[in-house]
């Protein structure tokens, strides 16, 4: 991240070289951090807007309160320091990571009841997620032997560094078998998510993405049914099978940093014809009108910086 010069820990702006944490810290050896993934656009008037701010610091705040930490800074707290950090580093767009982080106070397993947490945003330019040409041309997708875990036995619902592990295997089997990315199962073998973004299907003019349970509630994936709303487009959440996957007539991921990608194939059956299907460009072409603050009525999604 050479092109970042700041990044903002605990209420300052710190050196990009600057800004560390001790090796021994609690969420370094437990995962007992808890982040969000945002991106700021450059608008179609020139501005840069971070999109859905509030909706991403809600979850981040949530997600620490999973097991009791406590950050000191409110989610109007943390719009201004991301404000204040992507001036800092002169971007007029750019993806912004915050994480809050246990430090090396506390060690061990046993938590105190409100563990104080060390909270860092940093931004850094960041392109298409999953390749320059995967809007344009789609992605080849494996579905994993990795499976998202039962939620009685983890929280799926909270943006924790420790519930990524799984998503990294997920991974990096999919890279191994030269694809772009996997999809997972749950633990009944419906379909779940991808290893870092929801998922949708089209099939006979209906969209369907799995119910949330083992799936993180997307931020990306509130949007969709938003837009699907006004395109007078039905949608529903229900299971799905891996069946389905592959006679489906679309499928697209989506994610704040893989934004709309439609999916071109899935272990090697094609869908589409093997490029993106209708509805997955409209959405596409929805969103990213959205984003730069150029479509009719979604005015409410910008916090310019």
């Not at 799936?215 to 938003?226: A, K, N, Q």
């Amino acid at each position: 991240m050479a092109d970042s010069k700041v990044i903002w820990m605990d209420g300052e702006l710190v050196p990009f070289e600057n800004a560390s944490v001790h090796v021994l810290s609690h969420s370094l050896h437990y995962g007992s951090a808890a982040f969000e993934g945002i991106r700021a656009y450059k608008t179609h008037d020139g501005r840069t807007a971070i999109f859905r701010a509030r909706e991403h610091y809600d979850r981040f705040l949530r997600s620490a309160a999973v097991f009791g930490g406590r950050i000191r800074f409110s989610a109007e707290d943390l719009i201004k320091a991301t404000a204040a950090v992507i001036k800092g580093n002169d971007f007029d767009e750019c993806y912004v990571r915050p994480i809050a982080y246990i430090g090396n106070e506390t060690r061990g397993l046993k938590l105190p009841p409100d563990p104080a947490m060390s909270v860092a945003i940093a931004t850094w330019k960041w392109g298409k997620y999953l390749g320059a040409d995967s809007l344009s041309k789609g992605i080849k997708v494996h579905i994993a032997s990795f499976r998202r875990p039962d939620p009685a036995s983890s929280l799926p619902w909270a943006k924790l560094s420790g519930n990524y592990l799984n998503s990294i295997m997920a991974r990096r089997e999919a890279t191994l078998n030269g694809k772009d990315e996997a999809i997972l199962l749950d633990q009944q073998g419906f379909v779940a998510e991808g290893s870092g973004e929801n998922i949708f299907v089209v099939r006979n003019g209906q969209i369907a993405t799995p119910p949330l349970g083992a799936v993180l509630p997307g931020i990306t994936r509130d949007c969709i049914f938003d837009m699907a709303k006004r395109l007078q487009l039905p949608i529903v959440e229900r299971p799905i099978t891996r069946n389905e996957l592959y006679v489906a007539d679309e499928v697209f991921f989506t994610g704040t940093a893989a934004e709309v990608t439609p999916i071109a194939e899935i272990d090697g059956y094609a869908l589409a014809g093997g490029k993106p299907g209708v509805i997955t460009r409209r959405f596409a072409e929805m969103y990213e009108k959205c984003t730069r603050g150029a479509a009719e009525g979604y005015s409410g999604w910008l916090t310019y910086v």
